[in-house]
């Protein structure tokens, strides 16, 4: 197998976007943030809804590629959070017109969904990536992460100043979804319409309304105690606020790395003003880098909500939308193929700061799997 000589991008000429022309190698991002620390720390997230898509399997390791390279370019020991969202919700209900979830994680605590089926897939490649790159990792639930105490003081000064953040992280309603589960059945009412947020002394209180049990509260101190679920925005800059302060709890360069969808407009209009008005130092923001979307052939994210929705879709294999059959199919060293890409991602300005159709990936397997068919698959 000799993938690097194989690679389709040898016949490609890589078009330098803005970024790519003040850096020479990704690594420059992070060096004015990393001198004189002693670590740094990178975190990664995903929801886990169900077995990883080839998207997600590429970010992945993309992270491990991007830790692997920025260890060794800036000679610091690099480690990686994953932050594994079990709060994903994965049951919907509609009750008399309004819609109640259950997460992934209650489901599973009460046995309606099975934890290896829904974390396997992730444990397998996070085993995979840390033994090909030599990098150790964290696997972080979100009960955990919830309960962090930066965390936490960041929920607090957001439940405290609603007025400057709603505009933020609800600019359709106005309503922060900063929502308890109903202690008795744990239905999570997904518009929060009946929720109402209280700062207090060292905790918010968080009141809402199940259909079957009636009026409840939640209390969330600063200090530990008590769940909560954050939706993405409110999570967002909570893991912004955290990462600012890890920088002197861990004496860390602090590295967030996220698929792309999560640069442009989301950092600018989201993450960016949120962590102003916290008011975080810019110095002390975390690095974001943003992995290389995988598209379908029609230019959009390849989405597995869409493939769950309504089969295959944009003449997909199901290889690209299912870890499983993936690896059943091509076994590990379709991993090692995709690692072998990853890493020059991982180097090369112009290779990281852009898109990859899913036909450039199925060039890329085709030439390094030469006696299997990938498109028939
Ligand atoms: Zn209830």
Redesign the pocket.
């Known amino acids: 197998m000799t993938p690097t000589s194989a690679s389709p991008s040898d016949q490609l000429i890589f078009a330098p976007v803005g970024i790519a022309h003040l850096t020479g190698d990704n690594t420059d991002l992070v060096r004015a943030a990393a001198a004189g620390r002693s670590r740094i720390r990178i975190t990664t997230a995903a929801q886990l809804n169900g077995v990883p898509h080839f998207g997600t399997v590429v970010t992945m390791l993309t992270v491990f590629a991007l830790a692997q390279h920025t260890a060794e370019a800036l000679g610091l020991p690099t480690s990686i959070m994953f932050d594994a969202l079990e709060n994903a919700p994965a049951e919907h209900l509609d009750i008399d017109g309004d819609i109640y979830t259950r997460s992934v994680g209650d489901l599973i605590d009460t046995g309606h969904l099975d934890h290896a089926e829904r974390v396997g897939g992730f444990e397998q490649l996070l085993a995979w990536a840390k033994q090909r790159s030599g990098i150790s990792y964290e696997f972080r639930p979100y009960a955990v992460y919830q309960g962090l105490r930066p965390i936490r003081e960041c929920l607090h000064q957001i439940a405290s100043n609603l007025e400057e953040f709603t505009p933020i992280v609800a600019p359709r309603d106005g309503i922060a979804r900063i929502r308890p589960r109903?202690?008795?059945?744990?239905?999570m009412q997904k518009s929060a319409k009946d929720l109402r947020i209280t700062a207090l002394s060292g905790a918010v209180r968080l009141d809402s309304h199940?259909?079957?049990?009636g009026r409840?509260s939640e209390m969330v101190h600063i200090d530990g105690g008590g769940w909560y679920d954050a939706n993405t925005p409110v999570r967002s800059i909570q893991k912004g606020y955290l990462l600012a302060a890890e920088r002197d709890l861990y004496d860390a360069c602090s590295v967030s790395v996220d698929g792309a969808d999560w640069g442009g407009s989301w950092h600018a209009s989201v993450l960016a003003p949120a962590l102003a008005q916290l008011g975080i130092p810019p110095a002390d923001w975390p690095v974001s880098i943003f992995t290389p979307l995988i598209t379908d052939r029609t230019g959009g994210k390849l989405s597995k909500t869409l493939y769950v929705a309504h089969g295959t879709y944009a003449d997909l294999p199901e290889l690209f939308l299912n870890l499983d059959v993936l690896l059943a199919q091509h076994g590990e060293q379709i991993l090692e193929l995709i690692w072998t890409e990853v890493t020059r991602w991982a180097t090369e300005p112009r290779r990281l700061h852009r898109t990859y159709t899913i036909d450039y990936i199925t060039a890329l397997l085709d030439a390094g799997l030469p006696t299997e068919q990938l498109r028939s698959a």
């Not at 109903?182 to 239905?187: E, G, H, Q, T, V």
């Not at 199940?210 to 049990?213: A, N, R, Y």
């Open positions: 109903c202690p008795d059945c744990r239905l199940c259909p079957h049990h409840y």
